[in-house]
């Protein structure tokens, strides 16, 4: 008995390495992309002592901290319509964001959601409390393409319990109002721990 050979599909006859292409092929049409930003982090002694709201409000009206960096990566907007259980992020998808097919990247309205569904969490938190995410679900509705406009994800808190939370939010055109993506969160939550000195 002879084994059979793996399937594989047979290379074009013009098919070259990528490095093996003309060093001016891709600079034909290239652009730069440069941006500011500051490495951030969680303000621990607030954290300790105000409620999740209370923090995120602090930190968006500039009373300590500085924005996340991936809000600088992605060009998302500092959250904003902040209430208990609910929040909003702004962002415009541009050119820089696009897959193989010429549409914007699914992981933009991914961490856009991902973003405003886990501060939307966080905004139900009591004081002392953090979160991670633990399982993020995404629906796509329709393809998102550089110049389509500002996008708007909303975050809502679904169910806020001691050792998890639940939330949902939606990413939609402020212009049309159509919606772009919606997705689900489950986060866990963990009680914060002061950090020693040494």
Excluded at 35 to 43: Q, S
Excluded at 129 to 135: I, K, S
Aim: charged share 15%; aromatic share 6%.
């Amino acid at each position: 008995m002879t084994e059979a050979a793996p399937l594989t599909a047979p290379a074009p006859a013009d098919a070259r390495p990528a490095d093996a292409r003309p060093a001016d092929a891709h600079a034909a049409g290239a652009r730069t992309r440069t941006y500011d930003y500051v490495v951030g982090g969680l303000n621990l002694r607030a954290a300790m002592t105000m409620t999740g709201l209370d923090y995120m409000r602090a930190l968006v009206a500039g009373e300590f901290g500085d924005r996340p960096s991936i809000t600088d990566t992605i060009g998302m907007s500092i959250p904003h319509s902040l209430d208990f259980g609910t929040c909003s992020i702004d962002a415009e998808p541009g050119d820089w964001l696009l897959n193989p097919t010429g549409a914007v990247h699914g992981g933009f309205a991914a961490t856009i959601l991902d973003s405003v569904m886990g501060l939307a969490a966080h905004t139900a938190q009591p004081a002392g409390v953090g979160y991670t995410t633990a399982e993020l679900k995404i629906h796509y509705t329709r393809a998102i393409l550089p110049g389509r406009g500002l996008l708007r994800a909303t975050g809502t808190v679904i169910h806020a319990g001691r050792q998890m939370a639940t939330a949902e939010g939606r990413l939609v055109g402020v212009e049309d109002g159509k919606l772009y993506a919606h997705g689900t969160t489950t986060c866990l939550l963990f009680p914060l721990a002061e950090r020693s000195a040494a």
